[in-house]
């Protein structure tokens, strides 16, 4: 059974950024409805191979009957430890379109969407212990304060801290309507939905550690590419995207590297082209491309 999860962004331009070999091995550790995957499948020969990550279990509904295609469900922070459970040891590209599919948010009782009115969850690995309704009625107000400020770079982070928890004193919040009533004094009038996105964003960036999960995927991908081997990383809001820019420009994702006594300092990735972002034509046709930034690298040759 195929599930609809959403249109791929930017499928042509990220697949064609891994320059694919035929007889390549390659990674999706984003698979959720297959749109990127089945494109990579396509540019690869007999001999090709690609394996899929997706923690998600409805993404399984998706997987591709290809025996040349292996999906593995994972949260793909542990992508190196699985890759050589299944004896791959190093890879010539690996593609990640970050962020939560259109299905997630289209399913009302997964709790991701501002446009339904269910139990607060946004667990993208529907196993996981902490949920949104347990974050929300259990963190203390500094951390409340912290992730609003952190991930969703809300200005009244204080304000929204302080009135959720005294709210859930009289009675806890349950569901995605009842944090949004409870907020209310705080989403002005015209900036309503703009202000409610951010919260949500900062409380499932939490829920799932998506940001730690980020380094964590980062940090593999020299280990795991070949020389000349590819990256493409789609990102949709700058806390992803700035990581993304810092870890190919310097290896790092915070300071400077050392840089030796010639001001040189060396790398593991070297950006190819520049920074991506979908054409109006796409936007238009697929509104959830509208912040979509691709960005390619490669691995630097190391017999340099």
């Known amino acids: 059974m195929w599930m609809e999860y959403h249109n791929p962004v930017l ?6 950024g891994l320059d694919i070999k035929q ?11 297959g749109g990127h995957s089945r494109e990579i499948l396509a540019s690869l020969g007999p001999k090709g191979r690609l394996i899929g990550f997706d923690q998600d279990k409805d993404a399984l509904l998706n997987v591709i009957d290809d025996p040349r295609f292996l999906l593995i469900n994972e949260n793909f922070r542990f992508m190196q430890r699985f890759l050589r459970f299944h004896g791959v040891k190093s890879v010539d590209g690996i593609l990640a379109d970050f962020g939560v599919s259109s299905h997630q948010f289209d399913q009302p009782e997964r709790g991701f969407s501002i446009r339904f009115d269910a139990l607060l969850d946004m667990r993208m690995n529907q196993q996981d212990v902490l949920s949104a309704h ?12 912290q ?11 204080p304000a929204l801290a302080k009135t959720i928890v005294q709210a859930r004193e009289l009675k806890s919040i349950d569901t995605t309507f009842d944090l949004k009533t409870v907020l209310s004094k705080h989403l ?3 900036r309503e939905n703009k202000i409610l996105a951010q919260i949500y964003q900062a409380i499932r960036i939490e829920v799932n550690q998506e940001i730690e999960v980020l380094k964590d995927f980062l940090l593999q991908t020299p280990c795991l590419l070949n020389d000349n081997g590819r990256l493409s990383v789609i990102s949709y809001h700058s806390l992803e995207d700035r990581l993304v820019k810092r870890f190919i420009r310097n290896g790092l994702f915070e300071g400077e590297p050392v840089k030796d006594v010639f001001g040189n300092f060396e790398v593991p990735l070297k950006k190819v082209g520049n ?13 959830r491309a509208r912040s979509a930034k691709l960005r390619i ?6 017999s340099k």
Do not use: C, H, M
Request: aromatic share 10%; proline share 5%; no cysteine.
């Open 11 to 16: 499928l042509k331009e990220t697949v064609k």
């Open 23 to 33: 007889d390549g091995v390659y990674v999706d550790v984003t698979f959720g409805g």
């Open 134 to 145: 347990s974050l929300v009625n259990s963190y203390e107000e500094e951390a409340l304060r």
């Open 147 to 157: 992730l609003f400020w952190q991930y969703g770079e809300l200005r009244t982070a």
């Open 188 to 190: 002005p009038q015209g």
């Open 275 to 287: 920074l991506i972002v979908p054409t109006p034509a796409e936007v238009k046709l697929n509104n």
């Open 297 to 302: 690298a490669k691995k630097v040759n190391s």
